[in-house]
């Protein structure tokens, strides 16, 4: 394809995009969504064995650092911040890559778990630690003739 015809391409899929926000098609996203592959790994990641450095106290905010085998790799510590208000844990902040890209990660509801501040849905903890959940759908039905 042609540097034009890029371009042309480009600039007719941003002002169809800006059409559809702007007769309400679509919507941004105010609030932002934990999904069960992130609390999967937020509760493994809280009944793992991780040293927790406990706040700095504030008047609005409490800061919570994580030190992860600093030995085995570098820059592993990650500040995370949740407000003092335990409604508004989604607007915790950490300074992991991970939250930089997504903007919330395992720390972040991780913390919120440990404090307290929400329970985990039961479907991330039937995945055993150290194991990944696997893609698609989880089946909501046990497999027959098994005894559980």
């Known amino acids: 394809m042609s540097l034009w015809r890029f371009k042309v391409l480009t600039l007719e899929i941003v002002e169809k995009w800006s059409k559809s926000y702007e007769r309400g098609l679509k919507q941004f996203s105010k609030k932002q969504t934990v999904t069960l592959d992130l609390w999967t790994n937020a509760y493994q990641w809280t009944t793992s064995n991780r040293s927790i450095l406990w706040p700095e ?8 650092y994580s030190f992860d085998q600093y030995k085995i790799k570098a820059f592993n510590v990650w500040c995370v911040t949740l407000p003092v208000d335990k409604l508004r844990w989604l607007n915790g902040l950490c300074d992991c890559p991970v939250f930089f890209k997504k903007f919330m990660c395992k720390h972040v509801v991780g913390m919120a778990i440990r404090l307290n501040y929400c329970r985990p849905p039961p479907a991330a903890k039937d995945i055993p630690p150290d194991e990944k959940r ?15």
Request: net charge positive; aromatic share 8%.
């Open 57 to 64: 106290l504030d008047d609005t905010i409490e800061y919570y």
């Open 134 to 148: 696997r893609r698609g759908r989880p089946s909501k039905a046990k497999k027959a003739l098994l005894i559980q």
